[in-house]
């Protein structure tokens, strides 16, 4: 969806390093979500944000951190990259009026830490 | 707890014949129930919902599915399947009495309709 868009794409890093992965978007969402996808494991909730000043851990928050610069624009970033985060990372962002929740997501951001 | 199960980690079709994605779901309230279709180096895309009312929602691409309360079920279903239909689906759930908003998302399963 051209509406949420992540960068970088693909990303090759090795262990230890630090890493940042950016989510913009034009839907004027107030509610932003990271999750991050594994084989056979579904998607899970890293972080999620219902406005600029709220922050909140999902189930796998551990390693990661979040920062919520604006209404649109919401970062991951992996303050020292370890192997088992290789994994597809997904933005998403939703509306708590009426589309009742509905998420929306970006393409995804494939990370492989080495 | 709030919880998805797609039985299935993999269903096989041909095309033209029915398909059925099965999604049981447990959620201490009522729930919103949503299907995903994620196609290869592809984000999610929403498919469909049931928020209240009929118990058979339609969505995009002539998928359906059918909210059955006493069975906790959210099955997909489409009459007759597409080779383009290959794709991974993803069965997700939100508790309607919460107010944090979150979604909790099955394990995927992958559809493969062949010629």
């Known amino acids: 969806d051209a509406d949420v868009t992540q960068t970088p794409r693909n990303r090759i890093t090795k262990t230890g390093k630090r890493i940042m992965l950016e989510c913009s978007q034009t839907?004027?969402?107030?509610?932003m979500y990271w999750y991050r996808q594994d084989p056979g494991l579904g998607l899970r909730l890293i972080y999620y944000s219902f406005d600029v000043k709220d922050i909140n851990k999902g189930e796998i928050s551990d390693g990661y951190s979040v920062s919520r610069q604006a209404q649109a624009k919401f970062s991951l970033s992996l303050e020292s990259a370890i192997p088992n985060q290789t994994a597809l990372y997904f933005c998403?962002?939703?509306?708590?009026?009426?589309?009742?929740?509905?998420?929306?997501f970006g393409p995804g951001t494939r990370l492989l830490v080495l | 707890a709030q919880s998805v199960a797609q039985p299935e980690d993999q269903v096989n079709v041909a095309e033209g014949n029915p398909l059925t994605v099965k999604c049981t779901y447990s959620?201490?309230?009522?729930?919103?129930l949503f299907w995903y279709v994620q196609y290869p180096n592809r984000g999610l895309q929403f498919l469909l919902k049931y928020i209240t009312g009929d118990n058979l929602v339609k969505g995009s691409y002539g998928f359906e599915a059918e909210f059955n309360k006493s069975q906790t079920s959210f099955h997909l279903k489409k009459p007759s399947a597409l080779v383009s239909d290959s794709a991974l689906y993803f069965c997700a759930v939100r508790d309607r009495g919460s107010t944090l908003g979150r979604l909790y998302f099955g394990r995927g399963t992958q559809l493969t309709v062949w010629p």
């Open positions: 998403a962002t939703s509306d708590p009026g009426p589309a009742q929740e509905t998420q929306y």
């Open positions: 839907k004027g969402h107030d509610r």
């Open positions: 959620v201490s309230g009522n729930p919103y």
